[in-house]
């Protein structure tokens, strides 16, 4: 079983950054991809991005070149940096790990989910 919990989630305005975090409990961390994932209102869960258990990383396109996904395995931590944030990255984010490719973490079911934590985009 593996618990995951994000933090770092708040108001930004236009342009601005944060920066989420997911801590995972468990000793097996740096066995699972990781990944990011994000619900608007009245949408359907959306891939964000995942990183590999050797740390190659693959990002939808609508944020590519803005977000950024790194992990810590000695922290048990998967983070997302995120830049130059726009209205429409407003969202619920949500931390998953996977045993299987971080590749198709976007196309197949994950094994674990955070709760999530709200990001707010707005001026």
């Known amino acids: 079983q593996v618990q995951l919990v994000e933090s770092g989630g708040g108001l930004v305005q236009p342009g601005g950054s944060l920066r989420l975090s997911c801590a995972a409990s468990?000793?097996?961390?740096?066995?699972?991809?990781m990944g990011w994932f994000r619900q608007a209102p009245g949408k359907e869960r959306e891939f964000v991005g995942s990183?590999?258990?050797?740390?190659?990383?693959y990002y939808a396109d609508s944020v590519k070149g803005r977000f950024t996904i790194s992990r810590d395995n000695a922290k048990n931590t998967v983070y997302l940096q995120m830049n130059s944030l726009k209205p429409e990255d407003t969202a619920v984010y949500y931390c998953?790990?996977?045993?299987?490719?971080?590749?198709?973490?976007?196309?197949?079911?994950?094994?674990?989910w955070g709760q999530g934590t709200q990001v707010t985009v707005s001026s």
């Open positions: 998953a790990s996977s045993r299987g490719a971080a590749q198709a973490m976007g196309v197949m079911p994950v094994d674990y």
């Open positions: 468990g000793r097996t961390f740096s066995g699972y991809a």
């Open positions: 990183i590999s258990r050797s740390n190659i990383t």
